[in-house]
């Protein structure tokens, strides 16, 4: 394994020493066995691609030229609109309810569009808010897709998962899905439960024995009652409308969710790019593929080497498994009392003493695609060689900024 580290590091800096740094860079040997390790273990179910952790075209087009992947799942309606006009794929769930009237007008005028795109909804008021950007009758339909939540609720008001959809039991599913049946200018497609508490949750955190246990054991239980009301869900659903699709899971739950009979398609998108919250699953790890480096600029001290940059830290909670991790060379950590800086990044460890002025640090993001919002492009590494790839940064979208 260490071998592997050091020719790592090796080819990364040969094909990337005539650029300056920040520089991202994919590996794509780890990719592309990443894409095909979802696909087996997604077992016959087509994988339909999270944009929001590829934020790439060419490396979209990349996997969903491959067997066993179709489609996109985006993050916002105007990068739908934005891949669809661009050619990379005529078949793209929004994953999340739009409020953006102007993207709606545009999708509603236009029926390419409107025939290649579903959009999220969990309640009626959202068809309302459709309805004030364009008349129901003077629109082509507009394709609707139910997001019933998956989270695990035991007992009274106790709620394990994300808060997402207040679409929780299989009646609630069908009273939205006659709803949507009973107005004009909507086409009710499909469902997405995305079980988060299963798929976003990895079941072994390092240094955590007693947290891990209590995960494994939270999804051993959660698991079975989800198949069992998402199925129930899906019926009630189909009495009022022929679904194209049932998607669910994620990177994390691949393999689980596509054993569910239920779901026709799963989701992934961060097992492309391996980033270090996927460190701490058992069921599958993927290899690490994305990359970025930093320069040295000065050793403070013997055992400390300072990078330029570094604060490239991840959302959800404020904890350490958002930082960044130095991964190459082997054996570097953050100083305790300052961390990955915006400006300067101390790094620390023996390692360090061997590191000079103009070296450069790999680090990897702890989550996949927003290491494409700090970077213009990418680098495709193809043995010693780098192409670059402009991300959506460099094409000039920030769908959420």
């Not at 709620?159 to 107005?183: D, E, N, Y």
């Not at 079941?203 to 129930?232: F, V």
């Not at 989550?367 to 940064?393: F, M, S, W």
Request: with cysteine; net charge positive; charged share 20%.
């Amino acid at each position: 394994m260490l071998t592997d580290r050091i020719a790592l590091r090796q080819r990364l800096d040969k094909a990337t020493d005539h650029l300056e740094t920040p520089v991202a860079a994919v590996d794509l040997v780890a990719f592309d066995g990443n894409a095909a390790e979802l696909t087996r273990r997604a077992a016959g179910k087509p994988i339909r691609v999270a944009s929001k952790s590829v934020r790439c075209r060419a490396l979209l087009e990349r996997v969903l030229a491959r067997p066993g992947w179709r489609g996109v799942m985006s993050y916002t309606l105007p990068e739908a609109i934005w891949l669809v006009r661009a050619g990379v794929t005529d078949d793209v769930l929004v994953a999340y309810p739009t409020a953006d009237r102007t993207a709606l007008r545009e999708l509603a005028a236009d029926p390419s569009l409107a025939a290649s795109i579903a959009i999220m909804v969990d309640h009626p008021s959202q068809l309302d808010l459709i309805d004030q950007t364009s008349a129901p009758g003077s629109r082509s339909p507009i394709r609707l897709c139910i997001d019933v939540d998956a989270s695990w609720k035991p007992a009274g008001p106790l709620h394990v998962g994300v808060r997402r959809s207040p679409v929780h039991s299989a009646a609630q599913a069908g009273t939205l899905a006659r709803k949507i049946a009973a107005r004009q200018g909507f086409k009710l497609v499909g469902v997405m439960s995305y079980e988060a508490h299963i798929a976003g949750v990895g079941d072994d955190p390092p240094g955590r024995a007693l947290r891990a246990r209590a995960i494994r054991l939270m999804q051993k239980t959660a698991l079975p009652e989800l198949l069992s009301r998402r199925g129930a869900a899906v019926d009630a659903i189909r009495q009022h409308a022929d679904l194209e699709f049932v998607n669910g899971g994620g990177t994390g739950s691949v393999a689980a969710t596509s054993a569910d009979p239920s779901v026709t398609e799963v989701t992934a998108g961060s097992g492309l790019y391996g980033p270090t919250l996927f460190d701490s699953y058992r069921n599958w790890k993927p290899a690490p593929a994305a990359f970025f480096a930093l320069s040295v600029v000065r050793r403070p001290a013997p055992r400390i080497a300072t990078v330029l940059g570094g604060g490239w830290i991840a959302s959800g909670p404020p904890e350490a498994s958002r930082l960044p991790t130095p991964y190459l060379p082997e054996g570097l950590k953050f100083k305790s009392d300052e961390g990955a800086g915006e400006v300067q990044t101390p790094l620390l460890g023996t390692v360090a003493d061997g590191l000079r002025p103009g070296d450069r640090v790999w680090f990897r993001h702890a989550k996949a695609g927003e290491l494409c919002e700090r970077v213009n492009h990418v680098q495709l590494i193809d043995g010693d060689t780098a192409t670059p790839a402009p991300t959506y940064r460099g094409e000039g979208h920030a769908f959420l900024g």
